[in-house]
T-cell receptor, first 116, second 115 residues
């Protein structure tokens, strides 16, 4: 079964704090893709990162960083020095290609509130 | 500007009245998909299409229909809407290239209320 678990339903931090959003996935496929999307209060879904299962290199983009560990099936997302504009719901997703078709499985999301 | 558009953005309707939510993309993407988002459940896939005339069910297809007659358009049809289809709907598209899985581009969402 394919599944994405975001155990943190809601997180609240004060501006400038670092925060890590957890994502644990389940799949038996050896080839898969992992994504993070951001949904700000305005409602749109914004793509943040894509990572394939063969690339365990961590990535940093400004204040954002991602830690991919196949050994623990986790793809965690850290925001350094959080800002109020980071307040949003963040979704982790697992992408699978099976028999020529594509399937994207989302976690239930983590709502992050950054207070001034 | 590369984008996915959905219409309408907001819709209030009554039980049983057929409706269509349109989705169009201008990026020449092969893959298109519909999702619904409900509180506490995240996004769940309704239907997807790998290319023109090729569609398949996602995780929650009951009560929905789709068609893909043109590459750019992927309408979602609710033939007899019911209150449990009240939700926020997203259309998405992405290119397809062999076994790779590219990020999906999402439309702005359609908030549907069925009374």
């Amino acid at each position: 079964a394919q599944k994405v678990t975001q155990a943190q339903t809601e997180i609240s931090v004060v501006e400038k704090e670092d925060v890590t959003l957890d994502c644990v996935y389940e799949t038996r496929d050896t080839t898969y893709y992992l994504f993070w999307y951001k949904q700000p209060p305005s409602g749109e879904l914004v793509f943040l990162i894509r990572r394939n299962s063969f690339d365990e290199q961590n990535e940093i983009s400004g204040r954002y960083s991602w830690n991919f560990q196949k050994s623990t099936s986790s793809f965690n997302f850290t925001i350094t020095a959080s800002q109020v504009v980071d307040s949003a719901v963040y979704f982790c997703a697992l992408g699978l290609t099976q028999g020529g078709s594509e399937k994207l499985v989302f976690g239930k999301g983590t709502k992050l509130t950054v207070n001034p | 500007e590369a984008q996915v558009t959905q219409n309408p953005r907001y819709l209030i309707t009554v039980t049983g009245k057929k409706l269509t939510v349109t989705c169009s993309q201008n990026m020449n993407h092969e893959y298109m998909s519909w999702y619904r988002q409900d509180p506490g459940l995240g996004l769940r896939q309704i239907y997807y299409s790998m290319n023109v005339e090729v569609t398949d069910k996602g995780d929650v297809p009951e009560g929905y229909k789709v068609s893909r007659k043109e590459k750019r358009n992927f309408p979602l049809i609710l033939e007899s809407p019911s209150p449990n289809q009240t939700s926020l709907y997203f259309c998405a598209s992405s290119p397809m290239s062999g076994p790779k899985f590219y990020e999906q581009y999402f439309g702005p969402g359609t908030r549907l209320t069925v009374t």
